[in-house]
């Protein structure tokens, strides 16, 4: 099978059959190759922040005529524990489509990806519809958690062109995609799905019997029915049980499964001495489980008690969830990237090194199909650090690249130091705006510091904003006119607070010293090089963990390829651990940010 070459731009570089060319699909041109969502619920929502997180283009299918707030909404809460780092929630829109009708919606798309309810009639209509509207070589893959394949296709000319990709809630952080065909699916078909999850950061598993309810979900209900008769035979509280399974088995289990935990389990004969102890009880047990009553009243008492227990905030219980989560797998992929010899001996002494050493924080290079992650620190005032915010957010929107937003505070790092009075006095009006930015993060996420630094440098560094007047005052007058304009800040952050759907109540921080020490630590999670010497300014960059590097410092915004060729000149840079510093003598210092 021919596969069509993929657009330089495209964060998800899938190998040769990952997804099934048409002509429609990735266009030489350089567009985002297309994947159309159908529904935006809970699962819908995942699919659609990972996808949008992989340099995919997302055509969102849903009749809700709220559909657009819908996905804004839920990438506000998704976007910050995406698995690359936060993503910033306006980039992610700008790819994102909205498109009621299903045959427009599906009509070119490289994957359609099907996430409506699971019933048996409106599935088989649903991909009728899909069949006869998407490209003959596209991927018809649905995310239900309990129907065949076989029968979701049967209305179908090819129901073999129906795949399975069941993931685990929620998609855009836990790996596992469940992927199951039919009779009818080729193999090769399968092969190419599989393909298709990997390039965009999932663990593909194919069911290799097609079984209601498929293979997590099965063993998720067995837990949770033993779970239900517990609680309410009144042996251990919800979060007692909660508790015994995170401290115990949970733990087990995030890193080996139950056959190699029961292998392990019995030692040196393994798992055939283990089951064979256990064997007769085991089987008694099995014979007789407790299967509990979900009567109205007993729904309701369980509903209740999680309420009591866990609260009701689903926002930020799910991003809770989402960061450890996030924590677990980090922590599991830095062990996998250990040198072999490393895990094979876990008791062997380290010995210092004699050969250069990684910069501190360096984190492992990208596998393919991952983005760069790049964390950029800022002060929402300076003009040099809004012009190079936008490169990046231009490169992050055309080469494999997630950004995740920090405050600097260049009154921060100009305090304590000797200057004339007025440069005192311009340097004071520079903390409003990035200690509510700090606020705005302390209350509610990493998320929000991406929009919000959008919403505020929009107005700040825009034509007609409060330094227009600076750009064409005399020299001797120039710091009087930066005074002027900083201490017009107010405005323009109430407008930044309401445009990104921020309470209004932050702006209080702008005079609250109390947010200074957010900002220090955000200081402080600038990664050294190691050297013991105060380097950093504003913009600074680390490039997947790399040491901090001041800079690049533009006077104006590189766009298209262009951009995309800066970047690649900065991260080989700002990857070698030799380099230092790199400087340029121009007489042109005047920064044009629009």
Not at 106 to 130: H, I, M, W, Y
Not at 393 to 399: D, Q, S
Request: proline share 8%; aromatic share 6%.
């Amino acid at each position: 099978m021919s596969s069509a070459a993929q657009p330089p731009g495209d964060v998800v570089r899938p190998s040769e059959s990952a997804v099934r060319p048409s002509e429609n699909a990735v266009r030489p041109s350089g567009e985002r190759t297309v994947v159309a969502v159908i529904g935006a619920g809970t699962i819908g929502l995942g699919w659609i922040a990972l996808f949008l997180d992989r340099g995919l283009r997302v055509r969102v299918n849903s009749r809700r005529p709220e559909a657009e707030r819908v996905v804004r909404e839920g990438l506000a809460v998704f976007a910050a524990t995406l698995p690359g780092g936060a993503a910033d929630v306006g980039v992610l829109m700008e790819h994102v489509e909205f498109e009621p009708d299903m045959a427009r919606a599906v009509r070119g798309a490289a994957v359609v990806q099907e996430n409506a309810p699971d019933d048996l009639a409106l599935k088989q209509e649903l991909f009728r519809t899909v069949e006869q509207a998407a490209p003959a070589e596209a991927l018809l893959l649905s995310s239900t958690s309990k129907l065949l394949p076989d029968d979701m296709g049967a209305l179908m000319a090819e129901p073999g062109r129906v795949v399975v990709g069941h993931p685990f809630n929620p998609p855009h952080v836990v790996p596992l995609v469940e992927v199951v065909g039919g009779r009818h699916t080729p193999a090769a078909l399968i092969d190419e799905v599989t393909a298709f999850y990997r390039a965009v950061g999932k663990a593909p598993v194919v069911v290799r019997k097609p079984v209601p309810r498929f293979v997590a979900n099965r063993l998720q209900s067995a837990l949770l029915r033993e779970s239900i008769h517990l609680v309410q035979e009144g042996v251990v509280t919800m979060a007692e049980l909660d508790a015994v399974v995170t401290q115990s088995i949970g733990l087990r289990w995030a890193t080996v499964g139950p056959f190699e935990a029961f292998h392990l389990g019995g030692g040196e004969g393994g798992l055939r001495r283990w089951l064979g102890g256990v064997a007769p009880g085991l089987e008694r047990a099995w014979r007789a489980p407790a299967v509990p009553a979900l009567t109205p009243d007993a729904v309701e008492a369980l509903g209740a008690e999680a309420d009591r227990t866990f609260g009701t905030d689903h926002a930020a219980l799910s991003r809770a969830r989402d960061e450890k989560q996030n924590a677990v797998l980090d922590a599991l992929a830095r062990i996998d990237a250990r040198p072999e010899s490393l895990r094979e001996d876990e008791n062997m002494e380290l010995q210092p090194q004699a050969q250069a050493q990684p910069r501190s924080g360096q984190t492992r290079p990208p596998q393919q199909g991952e983005p760069h992650v790049v964390d950029f620190w800022f002060d929402p005032l300076c003009p040099f650090a809004w012009i190079t915010s936008r490169w990046i957010t231009e490169v992050a929107g055309k080469a494999p690249v997630t950004v995740r937003w920090h405050a600097m505070s260049l009154a921060l790092l100009n305090s304590g130091k000797d200057m004339p009075e007025a440069r005192r006095t311009m340097l004071d009006l520079y903390w409003g705006p990035v200690r509510v930015l700090a606020a705005a993060r302390a209350a509610h996420g990493d998320a929000v510091t991406g929009p919000l630094y959008t919403a505020m440098g929009s107005r700040f560094h825009a034509p007609g904003g409060i330094f227009e007047p600076v750009r064409t005052a005399p020299a001797e007058e120039f710091r009087a006119a930066m005074i002027e304009g900083l201490g017009r800040t107010r405005p323009d952050i109430e407008a930044a607070l309401a445009e990104t759907g921020l309470p209004a109540g932050l702006i209080d921080a702008m005079d609250d010293d109390r947010w200074d020490d957010e900002l220090r630590a955000s200081h402080a999670r600038v990664p050294s090089d190691g050297l013991g010497q105060e380097l950093i300014g504003v913009p600074t960059i680390s490039v997947d963990g790399g040491a901090g590097q001041f800079g690049p410092v533009l006077t104006e915004i590189p766009r298209g390829e262009r951009a995309v060729r800066l970047w690649e000149a900065f991260r080989t840079l700002a990857g070698d651990p030799a380099f230092f510093e790199l400087k340029q003598s121009t007489g042109r210092t005047e920064p044009l940010t629009h």
